[in-house]
């Protein structure tokens, strides 16, 4: 299977601790993106990549979560001093690297806060 | 990009054409209309995507009206495994990268 890998699949944490989540895209695909979902509602866009350069970042994006793709291929997403709020599905997808193309999901990392 | 209006649920017999509507009144010239699913605890899935011509593929047909301010999703021969919520999200393909989902459509597919 080629599509977009995410680990952990679940990640149970208490308040206050740190979490980092791993994405890997597609093989070739130079667009990296960050969602975020909570229960009920649909995915929400936090950041997202060309290459190594983060290009945007969505107001949801606290300054507690930090986000990197060093060498342009796999990302990370780290939360610091978690809290019960950050309770979700976090979502990786990637696309080629022009605009307009289609986003392709992975499962996702849900993770809970206790 | 434009809001979407989709009904909150819907059901289908097995085996029937499942048709998933969605209105977009505010969509501008250079906007696409796209397709995703979410079955439940996945990631949500491609189904696809057009400006103004209809399209189809292996999965789904799409039907845009002509003014485009609205879209149907046709799934030809639904089956159990097509129970998912369902969203229809507008997207400017040019300078704009985020996909804005709303709440979606559940279509649940009846035995």
């Known amino acids: 299977d080629t599509g977009v890998s995410q680990n952990p699949r679940h990640k149970i944490t208490k308040r206050g601790q740190n979490v980092t989540f791993r994405c890997d895209p597609i093989?070739?695909?130079?667009?990296l993106y960050w969602y975020r979902q909570t229960l009920g509602q649909g995915p929400e866009f936090l950041t997202y990549?060309?290459?190594?350069?983060?290009?945007?970042k969505s107001r949801l994006l606290s300054d507690r979560f930090s986000a990197e793709r060093p060498k342009g291929s796999f990302s990370t997403l780290e939360i610091q001093r978690t809290e019960q709020g950050d309770s979700a599905m976090y979502l990786c997808?990637?696309?080629?690297?022009?605009?307009?193309?289609?986003?392709?999901f992975g499962p996702g990392t849900r993770l809970l806060v206790l | 990009d434009a809001k979407t209006t989709q009904p909150p649920s819907m059901d289908c017999a097995e085996g029937r054409a499942a048709n998933l509507p969605c209105n977009h009144s505010?969509?501008?010239?250079?906007?696409?209309v796209y397709w995703y699913r979410q079955i439940h605890s996945q990631g949500p899935q491609y189904i696809i995507h057009g400006l103004k011509n209809n399209e189809t593929n292996e999965m789904a047909s799409l039907i845009i009206t002509e003014d485009r301010k609205s879209s149907t999703l046709i799934l030809p021969h639904a089956t159990l495994r097509d129970t998912a919520v369902y969203y229809c999200i507008v997207r400017d393909n040019f300078g704009n990268e985020k996909l804005t989902f709303g709440t979606g459509t559940r279509l649940t597919i009846i035995p």
């Open positions: 093989s070739e695909h130079n667009r």
């Open positions: 997808a990637s696309s080629l690297g022009t605009s307009g193309e289609t986003q392709y």
């Open positions: 990549f060309q290459n190594e350069a983060q290009l945007e």
């Open positions: 505010t969509i501008s010239g250079n906007e696409y």
